[in-house]
């Protein structure tokens, strides 16, 4: 068969025509494909580590996460140790006409903020009106609401996120739940752990840290002598090791690079590890969807260990309560390691074979000035806000510390 003789000019027509064709095409596809990018509808939320979210109302609403921003060489992921709002706290930041908790966290706002996705962990529930909070009581055992400036403290502070499941989490029943996400909200930092509805407990958080994709999960042992099924798990998420792989695989499933997940656990007052703590967490950690976990509820530091290149670690101590071997509240019960706490740098980046992971651990003694100012003082550095305490008992509590996690001091 002879080939038709064609006009010269032919071939830059029809690249013509085709490029109409195309383009025309891609419209087609933006307006079809656009908009389900564009929502939620997979159950996750995407929020800037270091701008919040693009609504002030929800901070869970989806945002687009920019492909074009290469991530960098490494980023820091800091967590802190439990805070815990007893009387002589809620004492501490009494004003005139209210409370201001800002000043307790002035000393480590330096270090929440140099991070790039700093996590909290919150151990007691909110209060949306102050006209029904608790302290926890004589024996530090019973119920607690903060005030709602504790809300505000923390997102001044600069964390990014905070771990909410916790054994006080259903104190006052889903009243406690309510009244904590709202206040989270308000101040547009993101709750992991618990929720309002069946709908919000299914969404994952996932947050956008300098390019990266990063999942945080969050779930207690118990909640104070509740039955195993009162509490429902849309409410507040409870350990159990099935749940916890499938939620992990989620966020893997939905993009997320690496999966965070924070476990209240542990024995209170002890360093050793309990049962749970130590057969669980290896267990959890060789999954390949759970890249780091963080523990806390001991309320003194626990060690920090390396399984297969991956942390777990195990207890942070306190970031904030009134726990101390010289409270009068606690002179038996609370050892002087409740005094201590830490905020752990995980500094995360590519491996030599391209997988991303931890490769350095960092920690920031911390130490609450119970009895004194109840600021959280960074153990490294002199008080910033007026706080006068004993540089031997600084460098006491940070030997301690560091003893304990098993990584050097940062810097």
């Known amino acids: 068969m002879t080939e038709p003789v064609r006009h010269p000019r032919e071939p830059q027509q029809e690249r013509v025509v085709w490029t109409l064709i195309l383009a025309f095409i891609g419209l087609c596809v933006v307006a079809l494909v656009g908009p389900l990018l564009a929502s939620d509808d997979d159950g996750t939320d995407v929020a800037d580590a270091e701008g919040g979210t693009d609504s002030a109302s929800d901070p869970g609403t989806s945002t687009a996460v920019a492909a074009e921003v290469a991530a960098p060489t490494t980023f820091t992921i800091s967590v802190s140790g439990d805070i815990l709002i007893h009387e002589r706290v809620g004492d501490a930041a009494a004003t005139a006409d209210g409370w201001d908790f800002q000043p307790l966290f002035a000393n480590v706002k330096p270090l929440v903020e140099g991070a790039d996705f700093a996590i909290c962990h919150l151990e007691v529930p909110i209060s949306s009106s102050n006209t029904d909070l608790a302290f926890g ?22 964390f990014d996120s905070c771990s909410v499941a916790s054994n006080h989490a259903w104190d006052s029943g889903e009243a406690s739940v309510v009244s904590t996400v709202e206040q989270l909200n308000r101040v547009q930092v993101p709750h992991v752990g618990i929720a309002t509805t069946a709908e919000e407990a299914a969404r994952l958080w996932r947050f956008d840290v300098l390019g990266t994709s990063v999942g945080h999960l969050s779930y207690t042992y118990g909640l104070n002598g509740r039955a195993d099924g009162e509490v429902p798990q849309d409410r507040v998420a409870q350990i159990d090791e099935e749940r916890i792989l499938a939620d992990a695989a989620r966020h893997r499933a939905a993009g997320v690079e690496f999966v965070i997940v924070s476990m ?139 003893a304990t996690l098993n990584v050097p001091a940062a810097g």
């Open 137 to 158: 009581g004589a024996n530090f055992g019973g119920v607690f609401r903060a005030p709602t400036q504790l809300a505000d403290a923390i997102a001044d502070a600069g």
């Open 264 to 402: 209240h656990w542990g024995q209170e007052f002890q360093t050793e590890l309990d049962p749970l703590q130590s057969d669980l967490g290896p267990r959890l950690l060789a999954s390949p969807d759970i890249d780091l976990i963080v523990g806390h509820h001991a309320h003194v530091p626990q060690r920090i260990e390396e399984i297969g290149g991956e942390y777990i670690a195990y207890g942070l101590g306190n970031l904030l309560s009134n726990q101390s071997s010289s409270a009068p509240e606690c002179p038996t019960a609370c050892p002087l390691e409740s005094q201590d706490g830490a905020l752990v740098d995980f500094v995360v980046g590519r491996r030599d074979d391209g997988s991303l992971g931890v490769l350095r651990v960092d920690a920031h003694p911390t130490w609450v000035d119970v009895g004194g100012t109840w600021q959280i003082i960074d153990t490294a550095t002199s008080p910033i806000t007026g706080a006068t305490v004993d540089p031997a008992l600084l460098a006491a509590s940070a030997e301690r510390t560091r």
